[in-house]
Every structure is written in C-alpha cells, then in structure tokens.
C-alpha cells in the first residue's frame, strides 16, 4: 500500500514545478498561519493548482527558500523553491488552513531505446541558446555535460509563457522523454508568438502597419 503523509495545502491559480523557484506573497491570515507553522516546523508545504472550479489532485512541494521581507500585519514576502510532486488522497479542513493526505511520485524508469530522445534534447537546447531572442533568461551551462531529460523538461515549462494548464499537465507526466518532446512543442510555439509580437511592435513603433500575413499568422499561434 502507498504511503501517504499529512500536509498543509495551499491551493493558487498557478503551478509549481519540481525545481522551480516561486516568490509569494502572503496576506491572508489562514495562510499567514499556515508558512508560520511551516517555518517553526521548517516543513514544506504542498502548491496545487485551483482552476476556478475545481482543486487539482496532482500538486508539487514547496521548499521556503527564504523570507525576502515581513510586514507589520503579518504579512510576507517568500521565496520557495519546488520539491516532491504528490497526488491528494484526501483533504482536510480541521484547522484554519486546508491540509491534505497525499503520496508522493516519480518519473517512470526511462527507456534506453526511446526513439528520436537525442534529437529532441538538441532541440530543446538549441531554443534555450536562443533564448535572448525571445526575451527569457537561461544559461544552459547549469546542465553540465550530461543533460537529464526530466531537469532538462521541468525547466523548460518553468519559463515564461507556459500557461498553468500547461504547466499541470508536465507536473502529471511520468515520462521523461514524452514530457520533454511537450515542453519542446510549447516552447517552439512560444518562441514564434514572441517573434511575431516583437515585428509588430516594431512596426507599430515605427508608425507602420504589420501586414496582414503576420496578424495572421499570429492569430493563428495564439489559436494553439
């Protein structure tokens, strides 16, 4: 039978990746409590993703890196880092803050015959190299000289302009090279939405009208 362990629970309208840093900023009193107790207790705490109508059940841990600033009301600024993806068993609402029964998980074993793997890290590394186009800070020298398609993945959709849906369905993969072959497709599309932005601008700024082709043809990457 899985383990399962109690946690606090603190549902955003974001997601967090294993890895990522996340910098919070805390101002209602049950959540104000709950990193209060998180940091007498120097204990994590568990970030899932509230859509609006509904608590996902696949969230990550969240590591308090630091406290950047408190306010006078209790309030503050945290900088968290991403930790352990877990599954909700089962909430709790016996203190002021939600809790959760949860288990926690991992990538599959990968498989060393896994067709075109090679192929699409290059790719992927050949975007982030080109990350200064496109406006995203990178330095794909922290990989070392072997690069990890599951770091290498959650990296890639921790960057700027991977919506949170998006972000969640990389947070459930347990495929390590089927989620790096996602991140690759978004960050592709995310690459050309920005350049085809950047020529408007351009073009706007220079008192010009961006041909009909562009506005086309970002219509159409935004449809994706």
């Known amino acids: 039978m899985t383990e399962t362990i109690t946690i606090p ?6 997601v967090l990746l294993p890895d990522m840093r996340l910098p919070l900023h805390i101002f209602e ?17 568990g970030i899932v993703l509230f859509d609006g109508q509904a608590i996902h059940s696949v969230g990550c841990m ?3 890196d630091k406290v950047m600033k408190r306010y006078d009301d209790g ?3 945290i900088m968290t880092r991403g930790g352990e993806r877990f599954v909700i068993q089962k909430t709790i609402e016996d203190r002021a803050y939600m809790e959760a029964r949860v ?5 599959a074993e990968m498989v060393s015959s896994d067709d ?17 186009d496109i406006d995203i800070e990178f330095d794909p020298s922290t990989f070392g000289g072997r690069v990890d398609p599951k770091r290498l993945s959650f990296t890639i959709a921790a960057l700027e302009g991977f919506a949170p849906a998006e972000r969640q369905g990389v947070l459930e993969m347990t495929s390590p ?3 790096l072959k996602k ?16 020529e408007i601008q351009k073009m706007i700024g220079g008192n010009g009208h961006p041909p009909r082709s562009i506005l086309r043809e970002l219509e159409d990457q935004l449809k994706k």
Do not use: W
Request: hydrophobic share 45%.
């Open 177 to 179: 090279s089927e989620r």
């Open 116 to 132: 075109n793997l090679e192929e699409v890290i290059e790719t992927a590394m050949n975007l982030i190299k080109a990350a200064a």
């Open 9 to 14: 629970l603190f549902p955003l309208g974001l």
């Open 75 to 77: 309030r503050m600024d």
């Open 29 to 45: 009193e049950r959540y104000k409590q709950m990193i209060t107790d998180c940091l007498a207790d120097h204990k994590p705490f």
């Open 103 to 107: 288990f926690f998980f991992d990538d």
């Open 62 to 64: 969240a590591r308090i």
């Open 183 to 198: 991140c690759v497709q978004v960050l592709s599309r995310i690459a050309v939405r920005n350049r085809l932005t950047r």
